[in-house]
């Protein structure tokens, strides 16, 4: 297939992509700022999705067969301090790909987040349950949901997925790197005991993102994450563990304010059931990591 994939220098589309790769699949990869370091492309292609008119050119001249939207301002951070581009990149740009998409007959498959929840719930989140984002970034989340959802009818994909572990392309994206980061900055980060998340691997979500992709008759908003939910505080005593590190290198803290959200276990029915990708436990992802010099150090 022809699979155009956006984000592709990221944790999640540097995955994605590699694993499309992998599975045969043509892959032209869009980036803005970092050139992807996935090998194999068909072709990469900078793109910045605050200008979608040469977004639109790019998808009728390349007609994809399935697009893959993993670009986002990614984290709640760094959404508060641009809202504006936020706009454009978290909202904006999927509402395009949903119309171009339908108008081209392609697959869309959009990457949303668990912080479209509260955390208040008791019970894991269900893809039925109703959303109330605590966070600029999980509204404009939300609301590119709503709009992938409304501007391809047809058969779309949304896939809310935990925060993420791995090894990201520049080495400074994910867990173990910002906090073993942080540590050699020397400082000592309070991680939160009261911040339950069930983290998964980007490798395990690029498979099922790429299985959806194959798969044509499986389409609708789905809940995707690894089969263990932990503590923020817990995943960093894990990390220590794993890298051998002094587990008293961070300290265990509650989280200061709402925005926050406490618990965001989701329920991955009926998804889990139809896929043959399984979810990872958190030993398995931690197996994963490799303290590697950034890939293009
Ligand atoms: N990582 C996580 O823990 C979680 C991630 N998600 C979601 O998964 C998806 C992927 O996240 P993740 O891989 O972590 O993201 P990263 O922050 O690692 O990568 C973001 C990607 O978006 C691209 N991007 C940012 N701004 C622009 C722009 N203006 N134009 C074009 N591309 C742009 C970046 O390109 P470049 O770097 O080249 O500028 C990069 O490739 C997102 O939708 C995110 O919301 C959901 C839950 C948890
Ligand atoms: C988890 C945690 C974070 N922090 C601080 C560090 C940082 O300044 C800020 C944000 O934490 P994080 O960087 O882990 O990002 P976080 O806000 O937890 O967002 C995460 O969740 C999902 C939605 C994503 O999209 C990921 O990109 C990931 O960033 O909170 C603590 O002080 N203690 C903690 O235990």
């Not at 984000?7 to 045969?24: D, I, K, N, T």
């Not at 276990?265 to 490799?290: G, M, R, Y």
Request: proline fraction near 7%; charge should be negative.
């Amino acid at each position: 297939m022809k699979i155009l994939l956006t984000g592709a220098s990221g944790l999640l589309g540097h995955a994605y992509a590699q694993a499309a790769v992998r599975r045969g699949h043509s892959v032209t990869a869009l980036y803005n700022q970092h050139p992807p370091l996935a090998s194999g492309l068909e072709r990469s292609i900078q793109l910045d999705a605050s200008q979608p008119e040469a977004l639109t050119a790019l998808c009728l001249e390349h007609w994809p067969d399935v697009i893959v939207n993993c670009a986002a301002i990614s984290n709640p951070a760094s959404v508060d301090a641009v809202p504006r581009l936020a706009e454009q990149v978290n909202v904006a740009l999927p509402r395009l790909l949903a119309q171009v998409s339908t108008h081209l007959g392609a697959r869309l498959l959009h990457v949303s987040t668990d912080m479209v929840f509260d955390g208040l719930a008791e019970e894991p989140y269900r893809s039925t349950d109703m959303p109330g984002p605590t966070n600029l970034y999980g509204q404009t989340k939300l609301m590119a949901e709503r709009e992938v959802l409304e501007h391809n009818p047809e058969d779309p994909v949304v896939l809310r997925i935990p925060i993420l572990m791995g090894n990201s392309p520049r080495g400074q994206r994910s867990v173990h790197e910002k906090l073993i980061a942080a540590i050699q900055a020397g400082e000592r980060p309070k991680l939160y005991c009261d911040e339950m998340r069930q983290p998964c691997s980007a490798s395990n979500v690029a498979e099922v993102l790429l299985e959806l992709s194959e798969r044509r008759d499986l389409h609708g908003l789905f809940h995707w994450a690894g089969s263990e939910t932990l503590s923020r505080f817990e995943m960093g005593q894990r990390i220590l563990k794993h890298f051998g590190l002094p587990l008293d290198a961070v300290e265990s803290a509650c989280r200061e304010d709402e925005s926050r959200p406490a618990n965001l276990t989701l329920n991955l029915h009926p998804i889990v059931s139809k896929l043959k990708t399984k979810p990872v436990d958190f030993e398995a992802q931690l197996e994963e990591l490799t303290r590697v010099e950034p890939l293009n150090a």
